[in-house]
């Protein structure tokens, strides 16, 4: 079973920064894709931010230019720093992995509320 333990979240007023993490196993961990997605109330959940090949990362459009995936390999984690954060960008997000042998080894975190404040 895999796991991905996330934290990080909390309330931040609007221009605010906030750092999410996300924690597996090493054995997922070092194959698996990582990223974030997040969902508001009522609305679809989407792309935040996503590991792609060639050491890429597809961020989405709302997103880009203020927040910033990465990864510490020694502590099986990943990171996103979120900055100048508005009452938009409240949602629970979610830690998302995918391994490379097929849609079906795709794992999802519990999620974490963000919550910005204007």
């Known amino acids: 079973q895999v796991q991905l333990v996330e934290s990080g979240g909390g309330l931040v007023q609007a221009g605010g920064s906030l750092r999410l993490s996300c924690a597996t196993s090493g054995r997922v961990f070092s194959v698996a894709a990582m990223g974030w997605y997040r969902q508001a109330p009522g609305k679809q959940r989407e792309l935040v931010a996503a590991?792609?090949?060639?050491?890429?990362?597809n961020y989405g459009d709302l997103m880009k230019g203020r927040f910033t995936l990465s990864r510490d390999n020694a502590k099986n984690t990943v990171f996103l720093q979120m900055n100048s954060l508005e009452p938009e960008d409240t949602a629970v997000y979610y830690c998302h992995a995918i391994l490379p042998w097929g849609a079906e080894y795709e794992y999802w975190g519990q999620g974490t509320q963000v919550t910005v404040s204007s």
């Open positions: 590991e792609a090949s060639g050491g890429s990362t």
